[in-house]
T-cell receptor, first 116, second 112 residues
Framework: GAVVSQHPSWVICKSGTSVKIECRSL??????MFWYRQFPKQSLMLMAT?????????EQGVEKDKFLINHASLTLSTLTVTSAHPEDSSFYIC????????????FGQGTRLTVV | SQKIEQNSEALNVQEGKTATLTCNYT??????LQWYRQDPGRGPVFLLL?????KEKRKERLKVTFDTTLKQSLFHITASQPADSATYLC???????????FGSGTQLTVLP
């Protein structure tokens, strides 16, 4: 199946700094990618939809100025957590897939962010 | 409001038995439903997709049913093995939606 690669798999950063997470589709072009956040023992919560060449669409309650999304090419979307705080510590996962065609979603490995 | 519920947070099953997981939804008219497996610290992996006009789908030891009247999907793993231990997530998408909405997941443990 298709492969989505996410990097880094884990990161520890100091409070107040910014962290960038990359999501790449390795063997297909993804005009749309999705960013999720998952807290321990909870399900995936959609944060935003990343659209190639245009602005991301954020879900209600997600601060777009804090979680910057850039989808500059058909194979790469990035999520930057700006001015990170300990409460931003979570598991961040990206996905891609032609869901509107009834296809499955392909997920990255996830990034464990710890803000200290 | 739309809600997706998976029957229990945790389920223990003896090796060799059938594990049955439940996904119920309200205020939703999904075009299709998907099941994913998630291992600790990893992203979900797709298992099965079933469309609204399908009653049942099978793949090896996996079987999914979809009852749009009851607004419920059942996910069965037959002849379960300890390697099947993981969290299983159901996810819904409407016909026009380009994203999935996930249930809270059921953590399955298959006991040897």
């Amino acid at each position: 199946g298709a492969v989505v690669s996410q990097h880094p798999s884990w990161v520890i950063c100091k409070s107040g700094t910014s962290v960038k997470i990359e999501c790449r589709s390795l063997d297909f072009q993804a005009t749309t990618m999705f960013w999720y956040r998952q807290f321990p023992k909870q399900s995936l919560m959609l944060m935003a939809t990343s659209n190639e060449g245009s602005k991301a669409t954020y879900e209600q309650g997600v601060e777009k100025d804090k979680f910057l999304i850039n989808h500059a090419s058909l194979t790469l979307s990035t999520l930057t957590v700006t001015s990170a705080h300990p409460e931003d510590s979570s598991f961040y996962i990206c996905s891609a897939g032609a869901l509107w065609q009834g296809s499955e979603a392909f997920f990255g490995q996830g990034t464990r962010l710890t803000v200290v | 409001s739309q809600k997706i519920e998976q029957n229990s947070e945790a389920l223990n099953v003896q090796e060799g038995k059938t594990a049955t997981l439940t996904c119920n939804y309200t205020n939703y008219s999904p075009a299709y439903l998907q099941w994913y497996r998630q291992d600790p610290g990893r992203g979900p992996v797709f298992l099965l997709l079933i469309r609204e006009n399908e009653k049942e789908k099978r793949k090896e030891r996996l079987k999914v049913t979809f009852d749009t009247t009851l607004k419920q999907s059942l996910f069965h793993i037959t002849a379960s093995q300890p390697a099947d231990s993981a969290t299983y997530l159901c996810a819904l998408a409407s016909g026009s939606a380009r994203q999935l909405t996930f249930g809270s997941g059921t953590q399955l443990t298959v006991l040897p």
